[in-house]
Structure formats: structure tokens, C-alpha cells
């Protein structure tokens, strides 16, 4: 299958998400992540790029980078390389670490990048690995993160308005409902779109469909975490509701069993 020339973003940030080959395990123990976060600083240093955000998850790895000095490819070559070497000699293993290309998606817009930020912060929270985001050590919003490795001020220039309190905010704001009754309304098409494409990189129900059923069953779930409804979840997908419910009990009858292998959210 031929591979697609990747969107490149016009402020120059992305959401790049890293994940073990056959979602296998990329860190074991401690001296795995803290080694990944040093060849990120290093690589932050080559490249001269901006980490924004990052979550380390069993077995992938969710970074927000902003690229100011080369592309987005050398950048996660640099990074992949180097780690997955280490990995490899460190564990006696041979052969790819990470799963095909990392993903990577452009940036464009605020409402986005607060979605984004939130979905990567509260990855572990979503998962079941930790209460509160800043409670899971490998979380750029954990107070124990290596020092000077994230730009704070870079991401709070970019998002002004918003405290830090309010960006690890676990639930969507849905838009208030104007009718007497005072109940309020679901996500917008748009707020939907948004997250379908930060969970899964699908922008379209084409693409959407195109995806497969694992990547299907886990962006379904990722929406029922922000309280999507069903209908509005069949809307964006182009399944119907029918259709939806029925992957979602999949998933709600596998979550033990899920929770109970190394994986988690995406």
C-alpha cells in the first residue's frame, strides 16, 4: 500500500503518537521512560523543536511538538532511532520497536489544541492508570518531569486565555442548551469531529471506515469517554447508531480483560 504524504501544519505544531509493533510494550520499567525523555530533550535540542506535551503510556507514546527548525520526519527519526537502539541492546531484543510510521497531525487551530492537551493529559486517567493526570508520573503535567524539557511558556502563550486548571479539565464543555427547560445540549458537529480526529486521526466517516475494526472500537470508546451520544458518534463515523452500540458493548465487555494486558487508551 502506498504511503501518504503527511499533512504538514501551518503553525508548525503536531500530535504525534509513537506505538509498540503489535502493540507490544515500548517501556518496561522506570529507566525506559526516563531514557526516552532524555533522547527527547536531546532530540529537542538537535532538531530545535518545542515540547508542548507529551504521555508516556505502556505501550505507546502520545508527544504535541512544535517544529521550528526542521520537519516533523527528521525530528521523529532522530527520536526513534535513538531510543528503540537503546530498547533493543538493553532488553536483548532485535527488530522494529515501533508499529510502520509514527502518526503525526497537523495543528491548525485553538479549539483543537485544547482538545488536544486534554485528550493527551488525561490519556492515563482514561485508561484507568491514575485518578487525576497529574497524578500518572510520565505526564508532562506531573510535577516530577524533567527539568526545562517542556515549553510551558511556549504552550500558555499559545493558549492565553486558559489556565492550566481549566486545560486538564477531564470533560468537553458542551455548548448551553437555550430552550426554557435549562438542559443542555450535546457536542457540536464540529466539537465531534474534533475529538474523532484526536482519537483515531480520522477526519471524515470515509476515513473513518477505512480504519481498522481494533482502531474503530477504540475511537467509539475514546468518544463514549467524553460523553458523546451514540447518534452523534454514528453522525461522525457514517455507522449507524445500531451499529455503534454494539461495538461499544464490545468494548465495555472487554474492558476488564483490556486493562488487564499492557495497552490502555490512545
Known amino acids: 500500500m502506498p504511503r501518504h504524504a503527511r499533512r504538514l501544519a501551518g503553525t508548525g ?12 510494550a515500548i517501556f518496561l520499567d522506570d529507566d525506559d521512560h526516563h531514557v526516552f525523555l532524555d533522547v527527547l530533550g536531546t532530540v529537542k535540542t538537535l532538531s530545535r523543536c518545542a515540547v508542548l506535551a507529551y504521555c ?3 505501550n505507546h507514546a502520545h508527544l504535541m511538538l512544535r517544529t521550528d527548525g526542521e520537519p516533523i520526519g527528521p525530528t521523529m527519526k532522530r527520536l526513534g532511532v ?10 536483548d531484543r532485535v527488530g522494529h520497536l515501533f508499529q510502520d510510521r509514527f502518526r503525526s497531525r497537523p495543528v491548525d487551530d485553538d479549539p483543537y489544541l485544547v482538545t488536544l492537551v486534554r485528550y493527551i493529559w488525561n490519556n492515563p486517567v482514561q485508561a484507568g492508570l491514575a485518578v ?14 524533567p527539568l526545562g524539557l517542556v515549553d510551558d511558556s511556549d504552550l ?20 448551553e442548551d437555550t430552550r426554557p427547560t435549562g438542559r443542555r445540549a450535546g457536542h457540536s458537529a464540529d466539537d465531534v469531529a474534533r475529538l474523532l480526529e484526536v482519537t483515531c486521526g480520522a477526519r471524515t466517516p470515509t476515513e473513518f471506515q477505512r ?3 481494533t482502531e474503530q472500537s477504540r475511537a467509539i470508546a475514546g468518544l463514549r469517554t467524553w460523553s458523546v451520544a451514540y ?4 453522525a461522525a463515523t457514517g455507522l449507524s447508531r445500531t451499529s455503534v452500540q454494539r461495538i461499544q458493548a464490545r468494548v465495555t465487555a472487554g474492558t476488564h480483560a483490556r486493562f488487564g494486558r499492557v495497552g490502555g487508551s490512545e
Request: with cysteine; charged share 25%.
Open 13 to 24: 505544531v503536531y500530535h504525534v503518537m509513537v506505538r509498540g509493533v503489535n502493540r507490544d
Open 82 to 91: 535513538r531510543y528503540a537502539g537503546w530498547f533493543n541492546r538493553k532488553h
Open 132 to 145: 487525576e493526570p497529574s497524578d500518572y508520573p510520565w505526564n508532562s503535567c506531573a510535577p516530577g518531569r
Open 231 to 234: 447518534s452523534a458518534i454514528a
Open 211 to 213: 480504519l481498522d475494526r
Open 156 to 175: 500558555e502563550g499559545m493558549l492565553p486565555s486558559l489556565t492550566r486548571g481549566e486545560l486538564v479539565m477531564a470533560q468537553w464543555e458542551p455548548v
Open 56 to 58: 508516556l503510556m505502556p
